[in-house]
T-cell receptor, first 117, second 116 residues
Framework: AQTVTQSQPEMSVQEAETVTLSCTYD???????LFWYKQPPSRQMILVIR??????QNATENRFSVNFQKAAKSFSLKISDSQLGDAAMYFC??????????????FGSGTQLTVLP | DAGITQSPRHKVTETGTPVTLRCHQT?????MYWYRQDPGHGLRLIHY???????DKGEVSDGYSVSRSKTEDFLLTLESATSSQTSVYFC???????????????FGPGTRLLVL
């Protein structure tokens, strides 16, 4: 079974600075999807960014980018120019593309990000 | 997302009573999921559905049942609620929404359940 590990339960960053959240995963598959979701105090789960394992290029969405290291099974999220609205719990998630699977997501335990004014 | 709603949003119940949570989607997606969220665990899959009347168990299915009689509705039932089922429950659908990427799960707003 796949596992996803987020080793940083809490992190903080100064407004306008850059922060990197870590995620590692364990899988024997060669093709899969990885995601970062954001959960603000409202509890809504919001997709931040996703990466297909077969793509070597790291995904980017505005101030959010990933560092995908397939061999190391590492998928970190970099937030540039941090804003107060970025404060939230961030979850890393893995999804197998296998047709026989539920297409379910396996989540890490989350990293609580605080943005300091 | 407006395409996924959950009801009720909050519920307090007593141990031993049955509880049903409803997930409704307007996106006509085939796959629907129920997760629970607990501190230190992230989200864990309870059950999922891959079509009308087609459901299967997830990682933490004990004490839960589901039904899907229509594409748009996916019901989660706690037959006899226990305090260990106090949690936040999320419904999700898998597919493309509002021009976003395919093969992505989108979540409802969540239901906070307290079992006394």
């Amino acid at each position: 079974a796949q596992t996803v590990t987020q080793s940083q339960p809490e992190m903080s960053v100064q407004e306008a600075e850059t922060v990197t959240l870590s995620c590692t995963y364990d899988t024997s598959e060669s093709d899969y999807y990885l995601f970062w979701y954001k959960q603000p105090p409202s509890r809504q789960m919001i997709l931040v960014i996703r990466q297909e394992a077969y793509k070597q290029q790291n995904a980017t969405e505005n101030r959010f980018s990933v560092n995908f290291q397939k061999a190391a099974k590492s998928f970190s999220l970099k937030i540039s120019d941090s804003q107060l609205g970025d404060a939230a719990m961030y979850f890393c998630a893995y999804r197998s593309p296998s047709s026989g699977s539920a297409r379910q997501l396996t989540f890490g335990s989350g990293t609580q990000l605080t943005v300091l004014p | 997302d407006a395409g996924i709603t959950q009801s009720p949003r909050h519920k307090v119940t007593e141990t031993g009573t049955p509880v049903t949570l409803r997930c409704h989607q307007t996106e006509n997606h085939r796959y629907m999921y129920w997760y629970r969220q607990d501190p230190g665990h992230g989200l864990r899959l309870i059950h999922y559905s891959y079509g009308v009347k087609d459901t299967d168990k997830g990682e933490v299915s004990d004490g839960y049942s589901v039904s899907r009689s229509k594409t748009e509705d996916f019901l989660l039932t706690l037959e006899s609620a226990t305090s260990s089922q106090t949690s936040v429950y999320f419904c999700a659908i898998s597919g493309r929404m509002a021009g976003g990427p395919a093969e992505t799960q989108y979540f409802g707003p969540g239901t906070r359940l307290l079992v006394l």
